[in-house]
């Protein structure tokens, strides 16, 4: 009844391209961006912002990074954690080299480095496509977390091989509460999300689509499949890095090589798969569900059901419980959570006369 | 699907609402634990041993004078960021909040590092975590108690050469150093290295890449370069597999010496019989015969509140060490609530406690825990406390002791443990201690 376009008529070209076409989408995303920024901070105590939504957004961020590489361009990865790895390895040397060196250029400096190694991992994607490619990029996952434990120069010499993330600051603005970190990397990830946004609706995100439909047509028509193919790369692992150099920065403060490990790879693809792959939406709905519900499980068995399993049991039952619901979703709808979120959306436009 | 949304937020909000509904003379534990995945084994043990020495306490003897000990667990999954949710998620619990956190994984330990400063939460990790931590002048608030992996090393290279005739015999000697290669393996090199230029053996470092199932490389270069011993500083399924190598190659396992997170029945029984006569190192002994075991046995599992499922796993390795943990909180308990007065603490005084901990023979004795873990005397300068470490040795059905508490070679480690803290403290600005006005 309120969520339908009639009415609206689009006068001019720049008017029927905007990112949101209905008013009602814009209106509902400046609502959200309002909440995100002004109601958050105020209304939520610390161990939401810090231990649940900061995560959220950064591996948001991971996924995006991830979602344009395989949902947009089509090329499978298991090396996004690696990136990350190389993100957050890169700003802290960056930040430990380069005397005054202002952070945000660190993050953006450890995006590129981590942008320069995804290229060079994404060469093998030029002769090798899908699962193969996939195994190709498991070896980066191995390689660079192994460089960054075998040379002591990315760590500092480190006795241990771990790197602790100098402090935040800009313009003498020091990042310490949880509010401030919230705020930066939501700052970061909405800046980053609406490139991302535009870059799939511009001719780039054509060319990666178009790759992705079918690369020798791709190429028939035109697109420079290698510039392509080695650019999602590139922007891809960017996004990683930069959600990696946040993930040791604004969350985690010390971390380790073997923290960014196969299994967070996964993680991150799983997130893609659940939230939906080639969907910007879907990258944060993905995230949401991976890193929110295991802790919701995890919260509910010990507040509600403590005392009635042997405890063993009841962690056992968490990631049955887990594992359930990600099967539950992917019958349901096979393309991801975003896409029910379409249907939705859909649904609600013909609401309440559907017929 | 947003239904699911909207009964996720629900829950979240009753977990976080229920959790201010708190009785007001208890002491709140949280217990960050793993109890699935690869180290369930090591964490249903260790939580569980604990726990149970925690039940032992609010039911013979009331709680400690008289405050009732209450704990929750939170599923890390061994995870870093699940640890650090768990960590904030449990902050604020009880009547004082968290007031200590041992989360019983490197990993976890680094990424809450910089956090328990700010929260004035003490950080205990007991065989475990960032060795340069023993200096408490730049760590006040991470405590590496009873030893560390440093410590250690030198007292495998001690029990070798006493099992070689003195460490004079060591000259000339070859031992192989087999590692997991991460973080947590390397932690022995350099100090291993060091005792090399000091004793003049031959040190040959052998990495074996996680998970550590494939190891015929690293044998095949043992075969060549015929070491007199081996140190073996596995983890989980590296353990066993390194155990059967040795056996299929033919070296001794009466030559094989492991690190503490080699050394459980979880290590030894799944090689069989390859592990017969392999020795490990260890901060606290396996054994239900000790009157501490035995308590929990009566007071515990007799009223049928015991924690472990698998009632035979109790006196285990990983067992006993989780009541180590148990009597490490509840002595520092203790010896905060005598300053502090007799109520619920929060983690400024606990740290106090932790720092003023002193456990001697006598009230190791008194514990029932003599012979079981190592006495320890914390200051403000040396978080660590002990260094102290036994040998025991796998007969094929059990792990006996072999040897009395050997001291770490304090001397080296102490220089070593004072440069990397100084290192940190330059990098993150911090101004270390003057332990001489610490009260």
């Keep these: 009844m309120f969520y339908r376009e009639a009415g609206q008529f689009k006068t001019t070209y720049l008017a029927d391209q905007q990112i949101f076409p209905i008013t009602q989408d814009r209106i509902g995303v400046l609502l959200i961006l309002a909440v995100a920024f002004v109601a958050v901070p105020m209304l939520f105590n610390e161990y939401w912002i810090k231990a649940i939504l900061i995560p959220f957004l950064i591996f948001s961020l991971a996924a995006l990074g991830l979602n344009i590489l395989t949902g947009y361009a089509g090329q499978l990865s298991l090396g996004s954690a690696a990136f990350m790895a190389v993100g957050a390895f890169a700003s802290y040397n960056f930040m430990l080299r380069v005397d005054g060196m202002p952070i945000l250029i660190a993050f953006v400096c450890g995006g590129l480095s981590a942008a320069v190694v995804g290229i060079a991992f994404g060469l093998p994607s030029l002769r090798i496509k899908g699962f193969y490619l996939a195994v190709a990029t498991l070896a980066a996952q191995f390689f660079i977390v192994w460089a960054l434990t075998k040379f002591g120069w990315f760590s ?3 006795s241990s091989g771990v790197i602790t993330a100098q402090e935040m600051q800009i313009f003498g603005y020091k990042f310490v509460t949880a509010e401030s ?87 991150i693809l799983f997130m893609i798969i659940i939230g939906g792959v080639g969907s910007i939406v879907g990258a944060f709905l993905g995230a949401a569900f991976i890193v929110l519900l295991p802790i919701a499980l995890d919260v509910m068995v010990q507040e509600w059901l403590h005392g009635i399993f042997p405890p063993s049991i009841s962690s056992n039952l968490q990631l049955v419980v887990f594992g359930g619901l990600i099967i539950f979703f992917l019958i349901v709808e096979p393309h991801g959570l975003a896409r029910l979120w379409q249907i939705g959306k859909q649904k609600l436009r013909l609401w309440p006369f559907p017929h | 699907m947003k239904i699911s949304t909207t009964l996720i937020a629900v829950a ?86 968290n007031s200590v956190f041992q989360p019983l994984s490197t990993g976890i330990t680094y990424s809450v590092l910089d956090k328990v400063a700010a929260d004035k939460i003490p950080l205990v990790t007991i065989g ?40 004079d015999k060591l000259n000339g000697k070859k031992i192989a150093y087999l590692y997991h290669d991460s973080a947590y393996g390397k932690e022995g090199l350099a100090v291993l290295e060091k005792q090399a230029q000091k004793y003049g053996f031959t040190f040959v470092p052998l990495a074996v890449a996680h998970p550590g199932n494939e190891q015929q490389s690293q044998w095949l270069k043992i075969r060549q370069e015929k070491p007199d011993w081996v140190i073996l500083w596995g983890w989980g399924v590296m353990n066993p597999t390194a155990l059967k190598a040795a056996a299929k190659t ?22 069989g019989d390859a592990s017969k006569g392999f020795t490990a ?36 390795v990983y067992y006993n060490r989780g009541v ?5 909180t509840v002595e520092a308990m203790r010896t905060a609530q005598a300053k502090f007065g007799k109520k619920p603490l929060n983690g400024d005084e606990m740290r106090w406690g932790f720092e003023h901990l002193h456990i001697d023979a006598k009230r190791l004795k008194e514990l029932g825990a003599e012979g079981f873990m190592p006495d320890l005397k914390i200051t403000c300068n040396d978080h660590e406390g002990s260094g102290k470490v036994k040998y025991q040795q796998w007969d094929g059905k059990q792990w006996k ?35 001489s006005k610490e009260g």
Aim: charged content about 20%.
């Design chain 1, 181 to 267: 970190k919230y705020l930066l990397v939501l700052s970061i990830v909405v800046l980053l999300a609406l490139a991302a946004k535009n870059m799939v609706r511009s001719s780039i995100g054509r060319a990666w689509m178009a790759v992705r439909d079918m690369d020798v047509a791709a190429e028939v028509i035109g697109i420079r499949i290698m510039h392509t193919k080695l650019l999602a790369f590139a922007v891809s692992s960017f996004y990683c890095g930069v959600a990696g150099a946040l993930y040791a920065y604004a969350y985690i403060g010390t971390v380790e090589p073997e923290g960014f490990n196969l299994d967070l790879s996964f993680k």
């Design chain 1, 156 to 158: 500092n010499y480190s």
């Design chain 2, 12 to 97: 979240l909000l009753a977990g976080v609402v229920g959790d201010t509904m708190a009785q007001a003379n208890e002491q709140f534990i949280g217990l960050p634990s793993y109890r699935v995945g690869a180290y369930a084994a090591g964490g249903s043990g260790i939580y569980g041993g604990w726990i149970d020495y925690m039940t032992l306490i609010n039911e013979r003897d009331g709680g400690v004078n008289g405050v009732k000990l209450s704990w929750e667990e939170c599923e890390t999954e061994y995870n870093n960021a699940r640890g650090v949710e768990c960590y904030e998620r449990m902050k604020k619990k009880g009547s004082t909040g």
């Design chain 2, 250 to 271: 033919g070296f001794s396992r009466e030559k094989m010496v492991g690190v503490w997170w080699s050394g459980a029945e979880e290590d030894t029984i799944p090689a």
């Design chain 2, 401 to 435: 002791v072999v040897s009395d508490w050997i001291e770490p070679d304090r001397e080296m480690v102490r220089p070593m443990i004072e440069e990397s803290a100084a290192k940190y403290a330059k990098e993150k600005n911090i101004t270390p201690r003057d332990c």
């Design chain 2, 128 to 167: 475990y975590g960032r060795t340069d931590a023993a200096d408490g002048r730049v760590f006040p608030w991470v405590f590496p108690m009873i030893t560390t992996y440093w410590s250690q090393a030198t007292t495998m290279v001690k029990y070798i050469g006493s099992k070689e005739g003195g460490l």
């Design chain 2, 281 to 316: 190192a260890g901060f606290n002994v396996a054994g239900a015969n000790y009157p501490v075991v035995k308590a929990i046995q009566d007071h515990v599992y007799k009223k049928n509140k015991g924690n472990m499922e698998d009632k035979s796993r109790i006196g285990s």
């Design chain 2, 324 to 328: 180590v943990h148990g009597i490490i």
